[in-house]
């Protein structure tokens, strides 16, 4: 079962609840851990294990080769992305702009734009007892985050059984990555806070997961400050709120020194039971 927990916008918690939610989950079961936000990775600040495995992820970026090219100009006709520049005597490929769909090579007529592997970033595997926690982060420079979220996501489904719990620690907002991260998932967790603009963009998150045709719930952190916007619209609207996790200081502390917070706060610790519980009823029922 895959667990995506995302939301509309960052800083809400979702790595939070991730790193805590896996990690209790693996005292009594198999779980695996991914970091998705792949532009920004945190969760290894409160996850650690040994590494078991690590390896350089590529995209395929074509290759203009002069002496064949016939100058078509086919190849920028049909590259949607505008990273292909056909000119009177010479191609421009522009890697950042490339999404490696080989339109461009499989339609060149002369064949002269071979796809080359291109580092795009690097996964890293870390076991810790029943807790495999596995990390991706873009290279310095690379804007495309869709690519490497992919490739993690195949190595977690060539990696593990389908009965293995894997939560998702999915990136911010309800951009293209965050549809990558979310699409294949059994259950989309939406973490927000009780204030203007956690409600907002817990709509905006709830209008994406509802596209997609998602299951999905509600977890309200920061319960405590703001108002009761987040708690009366998942009622208007007939959404599951299935744990509210307090605003505490001693939650920020243990937060800042980088140490899981459910073994030593007991209200987050009730929160994170009920939200293991709620997933592994829906596991059963499937």
């Not at 939070?16 to 695996?32: C, H, K, W």
């Not at 204030?195 to 709830?206: E, N, R, S, W, Y």
């Not at 007939?238 to 899981?260: H, K, M, T, V």
């Not at 030593?264 to 009823?281: G, Q």
Request: glycine share 8%; hydrophobic share 40%.
């Amino acid at each position: 079962m895959k667990v995506a927990i995302a939301s509309g916008k960052g800083g809400t918690g979702k790595t939070t609840l991730a790193t805590n939610l896996a990690s209790y989950m693996a005292e009594t079961e198999s779980v695996v851990l991914a970091d998705l936000d792949v532009e920004e990775p945190n969760s290894g600040l409160f996850v650690q294990g040994d590494l078991f495995h690590q390896e350089t992820k590529y995209k395929m970026i074509p290759e203009w080769n002069s002496k064949t090219c016939s100058h078509s100009g086919n190849c920028q006709a049909v590259c949607n992305f505008n990273a292909i520049l056909s000119l009177p005597d010479s191609v421009m490929v522009f890697p950042e702009l490339c999404h490696g769909c080989y339109a461009c090579s499989e339609l060149c007529p002369t064949n002269s734009l071979p796809m080359r592997p291109k580092p795009m970033g690097e996964l890293k595997h870390f076991q810790a007892g029943d807790l495999d926690f596995i990390e991706s982060r873009l290279m310095i420079g690379e804007e495309q985050a869709v690519p490497l979220i992919k490739q993690t996501l195949d190595y977690i489904a060539a990696g593990f059984p389908v009965d293995v719990v894997k939560i998702l620690d999915s990136p911010p907002g309800t951009s293209c990555p965050v549809i990558e991260a979310t699409k294949d998932a059994d259950l989309v967790i939406l973490v927000t806070e009780p204030t203007p603009f956690g409600l907002h963009d817990l709509k905006i998150a709830v209008e994406t997961v509802r596209q997609l045709g998602k299951e999905f719930t509600v977890v309200l952190n920061r319960f405590g400050i703001g108002d009761d916007g987040v708690i009366r619209y998942c009622e208007d609207e007939g959404i599951d709120l299935i744990a509210c996790i307090p605003n505490s200081r001693a939650i920020a502390e243990i937060y800042a020194a980088g140490r899981l917070i459910y073994p030593e706060v007991p209200d987050v610790k009730r929160a994170v039971e009920t939200i293991a519980d709620f997933i592994l009823r829906n596991r059963k029922g499937r």
